[in-house]
């Protein structure tokens, strides 16, 4: 069998797994979803979980720590992040005793090519996130068979109809937080006393890197703040460039 061959074999699989995966666990609580998928696919290809700790980013996490502190968790570290974020990133595992953080840079020579002075954000964003968060996140993922977000179908008219499991390329990506809202988070927060992102009390509801990300005034759409002025609403790593960036991995 060709490559082409195992890599269509490979996705039809994931998709399948994804479908069955919903049907049995799509609509338990979310602790529940993570426990069952890290049992599911701990000797099965691995998991792990993607955090940008950002404004939402300590309720996946917290989560995660009850089921297996020693997950990988990975960041991107992209080179554009504020300094409160990389700081938060350091006190919030150390609060929630994560043991696996796995930090992922973009690759040297991308950037030496593109982006030698780290303007490019200002003439082309979509080429930027490619370089510094698309290419990374795959290589992030790559490893594993399937991974947690903490994406929420609030979030985004795109994330409207996300089931809680999904089939990208030959893995599979696991939202259990998909049915939560904003107040769910809040609760949970305040409940749990957990670490907050310290630019969310300076109106910054949804956090990315420094040049592209701004604060929010009461009641707007917390992603307003993200490449506000531009028709751009993602980064990448959630859409097909990801599909594309792990097909060619694969
Ligand atoms: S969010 Fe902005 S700075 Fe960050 S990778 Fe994308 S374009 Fe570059």
Same mark, same amino acid.
């Given at each position: 069998m060709d490559e082409k061959q195992k890599l269509r074999n490979a996705e039809a699989l994931a998709a399948e797994e994804a479908a069955r995966l919903e049907a049995a666990y799509g609509e338990l609580d979310a602790g529940e979803i993570i426990r069952l998928s890290a049992e599911r696919f701990a000797a099965d290809g691995g998991i792990a979980t993607v955090s940008s700790f950002g404004a939402d980013s300590a309720v996946l996490l917290h989560l995660i720590a009850q089921v297996d502190p020693a997950l990988p968790v990975a960041f991107l570290d992209t080179g554009h992040h504020f300094g409160e974020t990389l700081e938060y990133r350091d006190q919030l595992a150390a609060d929630l005793g994560l043991e696996n953080l796995v930090i992922v840079h973009p690759q040297d020579e991308p950037l030496a090519r593109h982006d030698p002075d780290s303007q490019l954000h200002k003439v082309d964003t979509d080429l930027c996130c490619e370089i510094r968060k698309v290419e990374p996140m795959a290589r992030a993922v790559e490893p594993y068979a399937a991974w947690f977000t903490g994406r929420k179908?609030? @979030?985004a008219q795109t994330r409207a @109809?996300?089931?809680?499991f999904e089939a990208v390329g030959p893995r599979i990506r696991i939202n259990p937080l998909a049915r939560w809202t904003t107040q769910d988070q809040a609760d949970y927060m305040r409940a749990q006393k957990l670490r907050e992102n310290p630019l969310v009390a300076f109106g910054y509801l949804s956090i990315g890197c420094f040049p592209c990300t701004q604060p929010v005034q009461p009641g707007e759409d917390p992603r307003s703040g993200r490449w506000a002025g531009q028709t751009k609403t993602e980064c990448g790593i959630h859409l097909p460039q990801l599909e594309r960036s792990l097909t060619s991995a694969a």
């Open positions: 179908r609030h @979030q @109809q996300m089931p809680v």
